[in-house]
C-alpha cells in the first residue's frame, strides 16, 4: 500500500508541475497564430490621367514611385469614373463604392436653386453621404482610420481627421480645416508644419499624412492630393508645369511609402495610387443661360442679374444639370429639353448631345435633374449668369465632368503591396470597385456597394457580404 501511495504522490507532483508548462505552450500556440493587422493606404491624385504612367517615357516624366508601385503590383491602363466625373461626387464614390444618385454627392456644390451661384456651399459634410463608407465599415470592424485632405470628411466619424474644407475662400483652407481636424491631427500639424500657408496644399497633407502613420499607424488612410488638378485646368493636359507637378506629386507619394517602412508597416501594407477623373483640353466656353433667356425661360437684367426662372444650369465643365424651378411642370420640362436637342443638332453646336431621364438614371446621375447637356468637343459649360452664348475660353485650358465612358474622363488606378497580385495590367476597371476591394483587404463587407472587389487582382480571401443597415 505505501508503494501504491508514493506512486500516487509522485503522479500527482509530476502532473502539477507540467501543468503550467503546458498552459504556457497552449497560450504560445494561441499568440502565434494571431493575425497581424492589415493597412491600406488611399492615395487620390486628383485629376491623373492613366496616360501618365503608361506613357511615362512618351511624356519623358520622372515618377520613380509611381512607376515603382506599377511594377511591383499591378494597374489599369484606365478607370470608368462616375457621372459627372467631377472631384466630390467621384471621391464618393471610391469610398462607398456606388454612383452619386444612391451616395447622395451629385455636384461640388450643394444646389441652392437660384441662390447657389452667390452662396456656393460645397459639399464638404459627410452626414450628406446616404450610404455606409469604408470608414464607417472600418470602425465597426474595429479598425482605426485616418483621413487628410479628402472631400466630404468633414464632422465625419474618422479617428485621425484634417478634412478639406474653406469659408468664402478657398484661401482659407489651412485654417479651416484645422478648425475642423481632430484635436490629436490639428496638435500634430500645428508643431510640424513650420509656415502656415493659407491653403491646405499637398505639402501640408503629405507631412500630415507621414506624421500619422508614424504616430498612429491606422489601418486605413485616405490622402487627397489636389495640386496637379489645379496645374492641367490653367495649363492643359501634359503640359510642362504639370509634367513637373507631376513629379512632385511622386515626390509626395514616396514620402509616404517611406514612412510606411519607417513605422514597421510596410510588409501589411497595401497602397492604392487612384484618380477621380481624367482631363480634356477645351477652347471655348458655353453659356446655356444665354439661350435660356432668348427661348423665354429666364430673365436677366442688363447687368446679367437673375430676375425670373424656370430652369437653371447647375454645375460646370464638360457637362451641366438642368433644373426645373418646378419639377412638376412636366409641359414646360419637355419643351426645354426639346429646345436644347434642336440646339445640339446644329452644325458646331457647343452641345455634343442632351441626356435625358432614362439614360441618367442608368449612370447613377443627379435623380433631381431633368437633363443634363453634354459638351461638345473643344468646349466647356459653364452656369454663370450672361447674356453671351459662347466666348474663347479665358479661364482653363482644360477641364473635366464629362460622361465616364469618355477616355478622356478615364482615372488612374494602382495597386501593390500587402494581397495584391504582381504584374496584372488592366484593361478598364470601374472607380466604384475600389472599396468593395479595400474592404476585401481588411477583412470586411460592404454589402451596400454597387462594385465589386477586384478579385483577380488579390491574394487574399474575399468576405462573405452581409447584409446590414445603411448607417453612417
Not at 507637378?245 to 514597421?264: F, M, V, Y
Amino acid at each position: 500500500m505505501l508503494k501504491i501511495r508514493l506512486l500516487i504522490i509522485t503522479f500527482i507532483f509530476i502532473w502539477l508541475v507540467q501543468l503550467p508548462i503546458s498552459a504556457g505552450q497552449q497560450k504560445a500556440t494561441v499568440t502565434k497564430t494571431e493575425k497581424s493587422p492589415n493597412y491600406v493606404i488611399l492615395i487620390s491624385v486628383d485629376g491623373m490621367k492613366p496616360e501618365y504612367y503608361t506613357k511615362a517615357d512618351q511624356y519623358k516624366v520622372k515618377i520613380p514611385n509611381i512607376r515603382s508601385l506599377c511594377k511591383e503590383g499591378s494597374f489599369a491602363e484606365g478607370s470608368e469614373t462616375i457621372y459627372p466625373s467631377l472631384t466630390y461626387p467621384s471621391h464618393t464614390t471610391l469610398v462607398t463604392g456606388v454612383k452619386p444618385a444612391t451616395h447622395g454627392i451629385y455636384s461640388n456644390l450643394v444646389w441652392h436653386g437660384e441662390e447657389t451661384s452667390k452662396i456656393e456651399e460645397w459639399n464638404w459634410y459627410s452626414s450628406s453621404i446616404k450610404v455606409p463608407t469604408i470608414w464607417t465599415e472600418a470602425s465597426k470592424a474595429g479598425l482605426t482610420t485616418a483621413s487628410v485632405g479628402w472631400p466630404v470628411t468633414t464632422g465625419a466619424k474618422i479617428t485621425y481627421l484634417l478634412p478639406e474644407i474653406w469659408k468664402e475662400k478657398y484661401t482659407t483652407s489651412f485654417k479651416v480645416s484645422l478648425e475642423n481636424a481632430t484635436p490629436e491631427v490639428a496638435e500634430l500639424v500645428t508643431k510640424s508644419v513650420l509656415q502656415a500657408p493659407e491653403i491646405l496644399n499637398d505639402s501640408v497633407k503629405t507631412t500630415a499624412a507621414t506624421e500619422i502613420i508614424n504616430k498612429y499607424k491606422p489601418n486605413l488612410l485616405l490622402v487627397h492630393l489636389a495640386e496637379l488638378d489645379y496645374e492641367e485646368h490653367f495649363n492643359g493636359v501634359f503640359s510642362e508645369p504639370v509634367l513637373a507637378k507631376l513629379e512632385e506629386t511622386d515626390s509626395n507619394i514616396g514620402k509616404i511609402i517611406n514612412a510606411a517602412k519607417e513605422a514597421g508597416i510596410f510588409d501589411q501594407t497595401t497602397f492604392f495610387v487612384v484618380s477621380d477623373h481624367g482631363f480634356a483640353p477645351i477652347e471655348k466656353e458655353f453659356y446655356p443661360v444665354a439661350l435660356l433667356a432668348k427661348e423665354g425661360y429666364l430673365k436677366l437684367s442688363k447687368k446679367d442679374e437673375l430676375l425670373e426662372w424656370q430652369a437653371l444650369p447647375f454645375g460646370q465643365g464638360g457637362s451641366t444639370a438642368i433644373m426645373m424651378k418646378n419639377p412638376n411642370d412636366k409641359v414646360t420640362e419637355f419643351k426645354i429639353i426639346e429646345m436644347f436637342e434642336k440646339f445640339a443638332a446644329k452644325p458646331n453646336s457647343p452641345i455634343g448631345r442632351v441626356i435625358k431621364r432614362d439614360e441618367l438614371d442608368k449612370l447613377g446621375a443627379n435623380p433631381n435633374a431633368s437633363c443634363f447637356l453634354e459638351a461638345a468637343s473643344g468646349y466647356e459649360i459653364s452656369s454663370s449668369l450672361t447674356s453671351k452664348l459662347t466666348e474663347s475660353a479665358k479661364k482653363y485650358k482644360a477641364t473635366h465632368g464629362g460622361v465616364p465612358t469618355s477616355l478622356d474622363m478615364h482615372a488612374s488606378f494602382i495597386v501593390a503591396g500587402y494581397g495584391i497580385k504582381k504584374g496584372v495590367r488592366e484593361v478598364l476597371t470601374k472607380n466604384i470597385n475600389v472599396a468593395p476591394t479595400i474592404s476585401a483587404l481588411l477583412g470586411f463587407s460592404l454589402p451596400t456597394a454597387e462594385g465589386h472587389p477586384i478579385r483577380e487582382l488579390l491574394t487574399v480571401p474575399v468576405p462573405k457580404v452581409k447584409t446590414q443597415s445603411n448607417n453612417n
